[in-house]
């Protein structure tokens, strides 16, 4: 449970734990779901529709198609799920869906591609209710402030990586289509640039 | 394996509890400034209520917004395809809670085409020009099925849309 008036304080070991726990449960969910389970396929529809939603943001495509876009991958699961073979393998072949779903888009030229580094500007600026909670919000502001120093694809590994749970990262970046040998490194530079970044801010302290 | 599974340290891929934390503030910063719209979750579940399992998607390829809000009789037009079929719908508020949605198939045929709301379902058959109409239904979350008219009855024949908020 978050406490009110000490969320600014970061707490690394509940984020590991907490990380496991979401993956045991999505495993099983996604078990369930392969099973038939409706209720199963409901829970991991709200289990993992903001990493999807991640996902498709995260290639710069606007509010509207991006929700087309998750849904319609969840639609192509509900048709394909005897074809998937094992729990394990349900997340990445979801990234990988929503990632081929995104691109189909951009193809299509349905939409302009704002850079990730755009969508996050835009998101922090569309709407004033939440900016004004991220102002209030300084850590926020900091991190936002050195994101945006950070290359495009490392801004847009790092927010899908943030969604994800740690058992999930290779699965992640097979379904970006980035060789698993690589993002452990990519992964590891991106983190590393980040820190130090941070670490130079005046107004940021790792607790 | 290692073996070892201190949580403090780091993983297999190097990234330690500062990284988790910091991973942890990004997945905040995002939550709190983009997060998936609230009713994204109910449509998406509703979508999946779906009967036909073994459906086909038809994806939303367009959407135009009619210019005028009032008294615009030209409505709201979506489209949905995928290689094989088209379907064209046009929206027209009839009542505050009640729409008019005019259909075309393409290629036209005389498919089955199915609008499931969240109370139920309506049913009808499209001419062979492909058209179809809903003279009225409720306005809320709507998911058309299409079955294909085919020689086969076993073929696995249904096309669905996702929900859309009509």
Known sequence: ?207 | MNGSNDSAGPDAQGVDDVDLGILDEIEGLYTAADPPPADLVERVRFALALEEVNAEVLRLQEEIAPVAARGDESGRIITFSNASLSVMIRVVEVTDDTVRVDGWLAPPAAHRVTARLEQGRLEVTADDQGRFVFEQMPSGMTQFIVRIADQRPDAGNALATQAVVL
């Open chain 1, 1 to 207: 449970m978050t406490v009110p008036g000490q969320a600014a304080a970061p707490d690394p070991p509940a984020g590991a734990s907490r990380r496991d726990e979401r993956q045991e449960r999505v495993l099983r969910l996604s078990d369930g779901a392969l099973h038939g389970r409706r209720e199963d396929l409901d829970e991991l529809v709200t289990e993992l529709t903001p990493l999807l939603w991640r996902v498709v943001r995260s290639f710069g495509l606007d509010s509207a198609s991006a929700e087309d876009v998750v849904q319609t991958t969840w639609l192509i699961l509900l048709t394909h799920l005897d074809q998937i073979r094992n729990s394990e393998a349900l997340v990445g072949w979801l990234v990988t869906v929503t990632r081929r779903e995104s691109l189909r888009l951009i193809g299509a030229g349905r939409r302009e591609r704002p850079t990730a580094d755009e969508t996050l500007d835009d998101v922090l600026v569309e709407g004033s209710a939440l900016d004004e909670r991220l102002i209030a919000n300084e850590r926020h502001t900091v991190l936002r402030r050195v994101l945006r120093q950070l290359p495009e694809r490392c801004v847009q590994l790092l927010q899908i990586v943030a969604f994800s749970d740690r058992p999930n990262y290779a699965a992640i970046a097979a379904a970006l289509e980035m060789p698993v040998g690589s993002i452990g490194p990519t992964r590891g530079r991106c983190l590393e640039k980040l820190r130090a970044l941070l670490l130079a801010q005046p107004d940021w302290s790792l607790a």
